[in-house]
């Protein structure tokens, strides 16, 4: 498998508070990707970035910001979690534009 | 932005039967990949497919890019109970660097 971490891999928090997920990298590779995962949805894009520095927005980034100051890290931030964000997110790397995602192991997050 | 269909959303097959997702575009696509997802974990390429009329196997898996590349299928060849997961098509636009992922397919096969 790629090298690819998310942390935490489990997170409870409460409504309002701030939240922050981490992907890491050490492929080198271009693109990262945070997609949550919802019964029913499928994979649902919420920011991505093609270089460090350069994001973008996806579907569903409503409530959600994301940086990405080095190539082996994405953050991805809930400024102020809801219960509607409580899902399970997973990051993705892509070496070049249209090669196979790599996917990290996720992070269920729950807000209560 | 681009938009894929994918049916059906679940299905429940005897081990030994044969099993078909089919993933559908009203867009012409540059390529399309496919992915498996066991339960509990993440999704893992299975392979992508780019010319018109493309068939690709792996094992007991067939793969087919449309003629018109606006639609893909996964056919498996006499399910096992390995096979157990969600298979979602995924397509990637070259203009927004985006990859949007079908709703996936959970097949759930019975012993």
């Known amino acids: 498998d790629a090298g690819i971490t998310q942390s935490p891999r489990h997170k409870v928090t409460e409504t309002g508070t701030p939240v922050t997920l981490r992907c890491h990298q050490t492929e080198n590779h271009r693109y990262m990707y945070w997609y949550r995962q919802d019964p029913g949805h499928g994979l649902r894009l919420i920011h991505y970035s093609y270089g460090v520095k350069d994001t973008d927005k996806g579907e569903v980034s409503d409530g959600y910001s994301v940086s990405r100051s080095k190539t082996e890290d994405f953050l991805l931030t809930l400024e102020s979690a809801t219960s509607s964000q409580t899902s399970v997110y997973f990051c993705a790397i892509g070496r070049e534009g249209g090669e196979k995602l790599f996917f990290g192991s996720g992070t269920q997050l729950s807000v209560l | 932005g681009q938009q894929v269909m994918q049916i059906p959303q679940y299905q429940h097959v005897q081990e030994g039967e044969d099993f078909t997702t089919y993933c559908n575009s009203s867009?012409?696509?540059?390529?399309i990949q496919w992915y498996k997802q066991r339960p509990g974990g993440h999704p893992v390429f299975l392979i992508q497919l780019v010319k018109s009329g493309e068939v690709k196997k792996q094992k007991r898996l067939t793969f087919q890019f449309g003629e018109a590349k606006k639609n893909s299928s996964l056919h498996i060849t006499a399910t096992q109970t390995t096979d157990v997961g969600t298979y979602f098509c995924?397509?990637?636009?070259?203009?927004?660097?985006?990859?949007?992922f079908g709703t996936g397919t959970r097949l759930k096969v019975l012993a």
């Open positions: 995924a397509v990637f636009d070259s203009g927004t660097y985006k990859y949007i």
């Open positions: 867009t012409t696509l540059s390529n």
